[in-house]
Structure formats: structure tokens, C-alpha cells
């Protein structure tokens, strides 16, 4: 099967997914407690402001008839506009985004460096004191909440040391060029070191945070898979060539190890964004998780349709990139 | 002398102790030779030829001499030992289905070997020596950008092979290089490496529980037992006169294509526990001539009608 067919077939598929995903989103929310109009109005409109609300959001139609209604507009690309704010929701996401999009590539670095780098040599050290320190610090990171874990280095470098700031992505006083949104790339091609550093200064610990969580996970992935692929022949028959002990762990075991990580990956990748709705809100950080959080306080229904939907489309699309990335290390996945 | 083993003694550092893989053993190959090893699973014969290029675990135990050459090899450190490998001593592992990395192009490993020993070799010259040695085992050079699931398992033998030679090493560690094969294959494999052994003037270390095999190829075969060699001899002495038990019992276990006598003879018990080997010879708990001080005291190695023989048997015998 070529790429190109596949990646359309995955496409595909990803279709039905989120419509369940739609339909099951869209009757929770209307299941569970709780009002949009009250939580707009507060408890104490009078009957005929919140009966007009009601009316205004469409609220008052049967939840059927509400439910095609939105999914004839989600076909035509439409999500809907927020009732708390009445922009387009589309809007709202395509704005905050790319703060979610910084803060997860940011991360994920951070923990691909410590994965692998770490992973690797605990690995090439079985049952010496760096793979047991790297056994522990993967189940004690494990184990920590994401938001605890935030709140204790905002305490420490936010607090006690002031280094970094606790929260946002840019100081008032510092000013920039919004291109791409992400701030890191936009102050670089601006040339604008000042916003650089304060950009990458609100970006550690939010970033430090989410990374080591990830890190975690994917340490103990890449020293499992590595601690395997040492012990396979071809490891044995690269040292009887008398290959470099760096060759052989980075370019033989690590690179073989890898092939199981990334079909794991896509899925890890999901549980990344869970992860980044308790750093954003931990952070203040103005990207789509906090954004989720903010407008489910509010019971704003198309704002969260919206987006989950679209949580559900970057994973499926961020899976499909790791496929392709696989591939190219993989070469018995191409042929 | 290419290659010489004293007293040699590799042991395996375990929980429950030392296990004597390979016990006091005296071992040589000269220039040119194929010599033969041949014994049972777990006699110690991969751990010999492993522990050769020291490709063991890292807390194994070496003692005594081996030498390349003038090359002492047991003092080495990793970094010394890690330039014989490969260059001096080249190494053709038993399955070549797992032996070849799955994720790199065949032309990749012969690269990285060649840059590992000769950093100054440029991209052209890797090419053309890569090319060169694997026309010799009989692929097409322009095999060479395929990645070694393309091969079928022969073939994947003749790459490891090419592998092992393309650094002209003066010695050849064969371990059981054909025993994953078929028997046509295996045949064609055996064939090759002897052709080669000639061309490179090289000398091979064949291990191998295929008696059949290094009948043909070897000028002189070593039978290991529970980490001793029990029996030196050549080819020829080895199988028209067999002097230990257990070379005795091997030779009338292997399997033939006779269709009334298609009984499979074997040699009953199995070879000892080696953290805690018998006192005294090592095969008389399954030795059917065992006399009393062969449970007793270790026999001495005796040479009987040009064969060295480790057996109590013998020991009273005139030369």
C-alpha cells in the first residue's frame, strides 16, 4: 500500500471515530448537571431573560432536533458559536492553539532528551546506580499529579528563587510580532531577543513540567527496549566487529529499540494532552486546555464539542505523522 | 602458531558461583588450518570461541594464555581487544536470521566496520571492498543497498560471512555457521568457506556438533567435553580410530539414511552441571567404561597413537 493510500484509508477511518466521539460529547454534556443560560446569567435572572436565553442558543428545541442541527453545521466545518463569549468557536481555537502546539513540542524534546539519552546509558548500565536512579525517578514522576508537580517548581523557582514566572507566555511590557503564534519561532525570526527570552522564560516550567511527565513514561520505554535489543545477536555479531561501545548502543540497540516505541507513541501522544490541560491550568497558560477548562465552568456546549473534536482530530493526525516517521525508521514497515 | 590457548580458563560469574565453561584447556591452530570443535550443546565450545574476541558478559573470568599472533589476549582491556575484533579475528555467528541488524542496509554494516578499523577509508574505497568481498561469496554487489529481511537465510550467510572477511582477518571463528540452514544450503555454505579459507590464507576455528562437517573440512578436530578438550587428533585418526569414550559415542550417534536401521542412537544422561562438575573425569557418570579412579582423580592427557586423549583408559599405555 502506498503512503498516500494510507494515509487517506487512516483518514477515513478517523471519520466514524469522531462521530462517536460527537454523539457521546454531545449527550454527556446535556446529561450531566448544570445550565448554560444559568451559568451565563447567574440564579437570580428573572424567568422571561432566561426563557428569551434559552430561546436565543436554541436551547429550547428538542435535544434531537438540536443535535442535527449541529452536526449539519460540523459537516459544513461550522462549530458553532461560544455562548459565553459569542465569537465563533473555530476562532477562539485557531487562537489559542498555538500556545498548546508550543508548550507540547517544548515538552516533548525535553522528554525525548531525557528518554533517550538517559534510557540509553541506564541500558548500556543495567543494574548499575544510573538505571536504578532511572527506574526510580520514572516511577516516582509517574506517580506525582502533573499540577503538583507544577505547583512545587512554581514554588521553588517562581517563589522562593524568583527566576522564572508562574504563569502566561508573554510579559505586559515586552512587545512582538504575532506571526505563526508561536512565540518562540516568532520572536526568533523577528530578531526580537528580548521577547526570545522572556518567550522561553515563561516557557520552562510549564514546558520542565509537562516534559518530565512525559519523560517518565518514555525513559523506561527506552531502557526496556534497549536492555532487549543488547541482548539480541546482532549486537553480539556488531561487537565482534569490534565496533565502538557508542556505535553499537546508539546506532545498533537504541535506534532497533525505537521500532516498538513509536506504535506506542501515537497513544502516548494522547495521554500528552490530557496532560497539558492540567499544566495549562496550572500555568495559566492560554492554550486549549485551560480554554476545555474554562468553557466546561461555564457549560459553554459548542465551545467544548469543539473542542474535543478537535483534540480527537490532532491525535489522529499526530498518530498518522508517527506511522510515516516509523516507516522511514522501519524500513520492513515500507516494503 | 596463529593462534595459541594455555591453561586456559574462561568461567561465567553466576549467583550460585563460578560455572567452568571452559576448564584448563590447550588449544592451538597454525597457519592455514581449519581445526574442527565439536561436542555437545553445552560443552563450552561457543564459550571458547566467544571468548576469544571476550564478546562474554563483562564479569566473565578469564585466566591463562591466549595468543594472535604474538598478541597477548587475556590482559587486554576492552579498548585493546576491541581493535582484534573484526581486523585480526573475524567472527561467523550460528543464525544469520538475527544476527544481521533489521533496520540497516547492508552496505551500512560493512561501512562502519571497514570506518571502525580504518578511519582514514574513503566512501569509494569502503564501496569498492564491499563490493569486491561480496561478489566473492556470490551476491551482486548491487545487493548491497537492500536490508538483510530482502535476503533469504543462505544468503544472509553469505553476507555474514563477506562481513567477517572483508578485513582480511588471519583467523576465522566459525560458530555452528551452518546449523540454522538447510542441508543443501549448509553444503554450499561449507563448500564456500573452505574456497575462501584458501583464497584469504587464513586459518578457521570451525565449531560445530556436526561431526560430518569438519570430518570433510578439518586437518585437525578437538572434542570437547564438560570444558575439557577430551580427545586432539587429526581428522583421519579422529574417525577411523577413536580413542575416548565419548568421541566413541559420538561418532556412533550420528544419524543415518540406512532404511533397516533407522534407530536413533544417542549417549544416554547429559552433560554435568558445570557451577559443579563431577570430581575426578568429567564423562564418567555417563562413561560405560569407567573404572574406579576414574571418579576419583582427573585424568592426564596421554598420547596414544598420535592422538591426545584425556582418559584414564589410556593412561597405563605405552606411546
Known amino acids: ?335 | 602458531m596463529i593462534f595459541e590457548a594455555k591453561d586456559l580458563r574462561i568461567y561465567y560469574k553466576t549467583k550460585k558461583g563460578y560455572v567452568k565453561a571452559v576448564d584448563n584447556i590447550n588449544f592451538s591452530v597454525e597457519k592455514g588450518q581449519t581445526v574442527g570443535l565439536v561436542g555437545e550443546s553445552g560443552c563450552g565450545k561457543s564459550t571458547f570461541g566467544q571468548g576469544i574476541l571476550k564478546i562474554l558478559p563483562p564479569t566473565t573470568y578469564y585466566s591463562g594464555n591466549m595468543r594472535i599472533e604474538d598478541i597477548e589476549l587475556v590482559g587486554l582491556n576492552e579498548n585493546e581487544i576491541r581493535k582484534i575484533r573484526g581486523k585480526k579475528i573475524g567472527m561467523i555467528f550460528q543464525d544469520p536470521m538475527t544476527s544481521l541488524n533489521p533496520v540497516m542496509k547492508i552496505e551500512k554494516l560493512f561501512f562502519e566496520t571497514l570506518k571502525t578499523h580504518e578511519p582514514d577509508i574513503t566512501e569509494e574505497e569502503a564501496r569498492e571492498r564491499t563490493a569486491k568481498v561480496l561478489e566473492k561469496v556470490g551476491i551482486e554487489p548491487k545487493r548491497m543497498s537492500e536490508y538483510s529481511f530482502q535476503f533469504s537465510g543462505g544468503m544472509r550467510q553469505r553476507v555474514m560471512i563477506a562481513l567477517a572477511l572483508v578485513l582480511n582477518p588471519i583467523l576465522v571463528i566459525a560458530d555452528e555457521p551452518t546449523t540454522s540452514l538447510d542441508v543443501i544450503v549448509q553444503a554450499q555454505i561449507m563448500k564456500l568457506l573452505n574456497e575462501l579459507r584458501k583464497e584469504y590464507d587464513m586459518s578457521m576455528i570451525l565449531i560445530t556438533h556436526d561431526l560430518g562437517v569438519v570430518a570433510e573440512m578439518a586437518d585437525k578436530i578437538c572434542v570437547m567435553y564438560a570444558g575439557h578438550i577430551v580427545e586432539e587428533a587429526s581428522s583421519e585418526n579422529l574417525y577411523y580410530n577413536p580413542k575416548h569414550p565419548y568421541t566413541k559415542l559420538l561418532l556412533k550417534s550420528i544419524p543415518n539414511t540406512d532404511i533397516n536401521d533407522l534407530e536413533l542412537k544417542y549417549i544416554p544422561g547429559f552433560p554435568p552441571d558445570l557451577s559443579n562438575p563431577p570430581v575426578g573425569c568429567r564423562f564418567s557418570p555417563r562413561c560405560p567404561f569407567k573404572k574406579e579412579i576414574c571418579e576419583v582423580k582427573e585424568p592426564p592427557i596421554v598420547e596414544v597413537e598420535g592422538s591426545k586423549v584425556k582418559c584414564w583408559l589410556y593412561s597405563g599405555v605405552e606411546k
Not at chain 1, 516511577?139 to 502566561?168: C, D, E, H, S, T
Not at chain 1, 511590557?173 to 528580548?194: A, F
Not at chain 1, 566487529?241 to 540497540?253: C, E, M, N, S, T
Not at chain 1, 513509536?262 to 495521554?271: D, E
Open chain 1, 1 to 335: 500500500m502506498s503512503l498516500k493510500s494510507y494515509i487517506i484509508t487512516r483518514i477515513i477511518l478517523a471519520l466514524p471515530m469522531i462521530l462517536v466521539l460527537l454523539i457521546l460529547i454531545f449527550f454527556i454534556l446535556r446529561i450531566i448537571p448544570g445550565d448554560p443560560v444559568l451559568a451565563i446569567l447567574g440564579g437570580k435572572a428573572p424567568v422571561e431573560v432566561i426563557e428569551a436565553k434559552r430561546h436565543e442558543l436554541g436551547l429550547d428545541k428538542p435535544i434531537i432536533i438540536q443535535f442535527f442541527d449541529y452536526l449539519g453545521d460540523v459537516a459544513k466545518g461550522d462549530l458553532g458559536v461560544s455562548t459565553l463569549t459569542n465569537r465563533p468557536v473555530w476562532n477562539e481555537i485557531k487562537d489559542r492553539f498555538p500556545a498548546t502546539l508550543e508548550l507540547t513540542i517544548f515538552a516533548f524534546i525535553i522528554a525525548l532528551v531525557i528518554g533517550i539519552f538517559w534510557g540509553a546509558e541506564a541500558a548500556w548500565r543495567k543494574d548499575k546506580p544510573l538505571d536504578i536512579s532511572a527506574r526510580v525517578y520514572s516511577i516516582f514522576i509517574y506517580a506525582i499529579p502533573v499540577f503538583w508537580l507544577g505547583l512545587m517548581l512554581q514554588l521553588l523557582f517562581g517563589i522562593y528563587l524568583r527566576w522564572l514566572p508562574v504563569g502566561g507566555r508573554l510579559s505586559p511590557r515586552v512587545s512582538l510580532d504575532i506571526k505563526t503564534g508561536l512565540l518562540l519561532l516568532d520572536s526568533l525570526i523577528t530578531w526580537n531577543w528580548e521577547a526570545f527570552w522572556d518567550v522561553l522564560k515563561h516557557l520552562l516550567l510549564p514546558g520542565i513540567t509537562l516534559g518530565l511527565v512525559i519523560s517518565s513514561i518514555f525513559l523506561r520505554m527506552v531502557r526496556n527496549n534497549t536492555v532487549l535489543m543488547l541482548s539480541k545477536d546482532f549486537v553480539k555479531a556488531a561487537k565482534a566487529r569490534g565496533l565502538k561501545p557508542r556505535v553499537i548502543l546508539y546506532g545498533h540497540a537504541v535506534r532497533n529499540a525505537f521500532v516498538p516505541i513509536f506504535t506506542i507513541m501515537g497513544m502516548q501522544f494522547a495521554l500528552l494532552l490530557a496532560g497539558a490541560v492540567l499544566t495549562e491550568t496550572t500555568f495559566s497558560w492560554p492554550g486549549i486546555g485551560s480554554y476545555l477548562v474554562l468553557k466546561i465552568k461555564y457549560r459553554d456546549f459548542p465551545a467544548i464539542q469543539g473542542a474535543i473534536i478537535f483534540f480527537a482530530l490532532f491525535v489522529v493526525i499526530i498518530s498518522i505523522i508517527i506511522d510515516i516517521v516509523n516507516a522511514l525508521v522501519d524500513p520492513r514497515v515500507r516494503y
